[in-house]
């Protein structure tokens, strides 16, 4: 049975108290355009309780679900009624020109080489199918970025190989791949950023370490065990989400250019 709103799951009650995951999904849509009648391929990285799965899903489309990590796959299932793929980096267990579009959240930071998954996100589409690639934006002039590594919430607290990708840097990535660059947005600039790092701050050095070490790459709950775990903490971040969600919106102030996290919409070259 597939959820709605009504349900009440702790995915979506997660989701609507998560700033910068709704920042991202709200980005992302904007590029995605209507993909009604297409075959679609959502793929993540660990970072993923089902949630924007169920929300890429209300977009219209008929919708495929793979993580590269393969973590709480199970959950992840039976949150969306339907099978979450375990996807090797290399190797998609899916037919060449299988889809109409590829959307990858947060998945290349993790990757030692972005290249081998870029070409097997190509080979999985079919000609004129587009790639929607969401990273961290790595730009170590980011004030932001800064801050977080000056108290410790370097890269590889949260499971990354590198920090991130300025937009000219995915763009390339991009090219190299065999995709032609469509489009490009962000999300999340200062002030959502600083009320994530307290939130992950509080859970990864904090909360996890007070129930054992916090997993590598683990910056938030991802199952209905950890939440349970950390419930009380969670009810209180609840209280507090309004007054966090105001300081979020002093971003409006802020430049693009300060987005901590980059988004380019790519379409599949022929060559």
């Keep these: 049975m597939k959820s709605t709103p009504e349900t009440a799951d702790w995915q979506l009650q997660m989701f609507r108290r998560s700033l910068k995951k709704q920042l991202k999904l709200e980005a992302m849509l904007a590029l995605l355009g209507d993909v009604t009648g297409k075959q679609c391929l959502l793929v993540t990285c660990g970072d993923n309780n089902g949630a924007l799965n169920y929300y890429f899903r209300a977009q219209g489309g008929e919708w ?3 993580d590269v990590i393969g973590d ?3 959950e992840m299932a039976a949150f969306l009624g339907e099978p979450v793929h375990e996807l090797s980096e290399a190797a998609f267990p899916f037919a060449d020109g299988q889809f109409d579009g590829v959307v990858a959240i947060d998945v290349l930071e993790h990757l030692v ?3 081998p998954f870029l070409r097997e996100v190509r080979r999985v589409l079919r000609p004129q199918g587009f790639a929607l690639v969401t990273v961290p934006n790595g730009d170590p002039r980011l004030l932001a970025n800064r801050i977080k590594w000056q108290v410790g919430m370097t890269p590889e607290i949260y499971g990354h190989t590198r920090a991130g990708y300025t937009l000219v840097e995915l763009r390339h990535s991009l090219s190299q791949g065999g995709f ?8 999340s600039r200062f002030f959502t950023e600083m009320m994530e790092l307290i939130i992950n701050f509080g859970y990864v ?15 938030a709950p991802t199952s209905g065990r950890e939440l349970k775990t950390h419930g009380l903490a969670y009810r209180l971040y609840s209280l507090a989400y309004p007054f966090m969600r105001l300081i979020s919106r002093l971003d409006t102030l802020l430049s693009p250019s300060g987005d ?3 988004i380019v919409l790519g379409v599949r070259s022929e060559e």
């Design 64 to 66: 495929t679900w793979g």
């Design 72 to 74: 709480n796959l199970a």
């Design 113 to 115: 080489e972005d290249q």
């Design 180 to 187: 032609i660059p469509q489009a490009e947005g962000g999300y």
């Design 205 to 219: 050095f904090v909360l996890a370490r007070k129930k054992g070490k916090a997993a590598e790459g683990q910056i």
């Design 260 to 262: 901590n996290a980059v």
